[in-house]
């Protein structure tokens, strides 16, 4: 077969333009609320030991006999409640999307350039995007994981990820990873600027500022995992670019899961306390997720909302994450030419 490629020698198999690709990925989603899908979604996720670092025994018995004939019901539940019908997919895979499809035309490169999306757990797979931008000639790939603060059981599990997918690569494309970006200027302006705008739309003052991250458990730490810590920097800075007092706003740590300890303080109890000491006025923002999901719409909107009011709040809102707005694109946008440096 002759290539139609005029720079290769006659009989040479065809070969792609040379490009460059962006692989965005976030943490991951069911592809529906049922029992069955909701179930083998969490037993890929829960079955990571990046994620469970549990006794694998122990945890094998307490995943299938346990957690994954209880847990798929009531977490489809939570799907549903803010699931995009008209899409029929969750929030957090339409935000990527977007999110994907603005970066590429921010980045202007043409046709040199792919930017594609991919989830840790679930559909559009690392293994299947990685294979789709490398069918496409992209010899030279960027991986965003779209985790501002880093840990092991988040974006080192990406990297896992992406390791086990390049062993099935024969021509294996050259990699750069996006480091956390966690106390990076844009970023940080970014969310400050987020928080500020939703504040001057609200017809009330706010008594406390809550910055949620996800929980973790305590032992992550205590094993030299830096998400506390860059959780911690992240708020400060934040802190410093509003002056804001440590008072005003405080970090708290969602979504505890089991009887082991956690990061604290827990959001579930630091909410269900304030109306006592006086807060009456509530603002919540969690700065350490990329697009708004099911911890942020139901876990916090709804959820946390309900537990405030139920014990003497007045007014609740929670910041929209940065999603596809024109500041996040613009982070991303900056942060993805940063790090393609002499590729781009």
């Excluded at 065809?14 to 609320?33: F, H, Y």
């Excluded at 205590?222 to 509003?242: E, F, N």
């Excluded at 807060?279 to 999901?293: E, H, Q, R, T």
């Amino acid at each position: 077969m002759n290539s139609p490629n005029p720079h290769l020698p006659p009989g040479h198999p065809p070969v792609k333009p040379s490009r460059i690709g962006v692989l965005l990925v976030n943490l991951g989603t069911p592809d529906a609320t049922d029992y069955w899908t909701m179930r083998r979604y969490l037993k890929q996720f829960l079955s990571d030991r990046r994620v469970i670092e549990a006794n694998r025994v122990v945890w094998w018995f307490v995943l299938n006999v346990i957690i994954l004939t209880t847990r798929p019901k009531r977490s489809g539940h939570a799907y549903d409640s803010i699931w995009n019908k008209e899409l029929n997919e969750s929030p957090l895979k339409t935000i990527t999307r977007a999110q994907s499809d603005a970066l590429l035309k921010a980045l202007n490169g043409g046709d040199s350039l792919r930017v594609d999306w991919a989830m840790r757990y679930g559909n559009p797979s690392i293994d299947d995007r990685l294979q789709a931008l490398k069918d496409e000639g992209c010899d030279r790939i960027l991986v965003f994981p779209l985790y501002p603060q880093y840990s092991a059981a988040t974006v080192a599990s990406v990297m896992d990820n992406v390791g086990w997918a390049m062993q099935n690569m024969r021509w294996q494309p050259a990699l750069r990873v996006v480091p956390p970006y966690f106390a990076d200027d844009t970023y940080v302006d970014a969310i400050a600027q987020s928080l500020t705008t939703h504040m001057e739309n609200l017809t009330w003052k706010p008594d406390r500022i809550l910055m949620a991250f996800h929980g973790l458990p305590r032992e992550y730490l205590d094993k030299g995992d830096p998400y506390h810590c860059q959780c911690q920097k992240t708020a400060r800075l934040v802190r410093q670019k509003l002056g804001l007092s440590a008072d005003m706003l405080q970090v708290v740590f969602q979504s505890r899961f089991g009887k082991a300890e956690w990061l604290q303080p827990y959001a579930q109890d630091t909410v269900e306390a304030l109306p006592g000491q006086g807060v009456k006025n509530l603002v919540m923002i969690s700065p350490g997720f990329a697009a708004d999901c099911v911890e942020t719409l139901e876990e916090l909107a709804m959820g946390l909302k309900e537990t405030f009011e139920e014990h003497g709040g007045k007014h609740f809102t929670v910041v929209p994450c940065l999603n596809d707005s024109p500041a996040s694109i613009s982070m991303l946008e900056t942060l993805t030419r940063r790090e393609l440096s002499g590729w781009f």
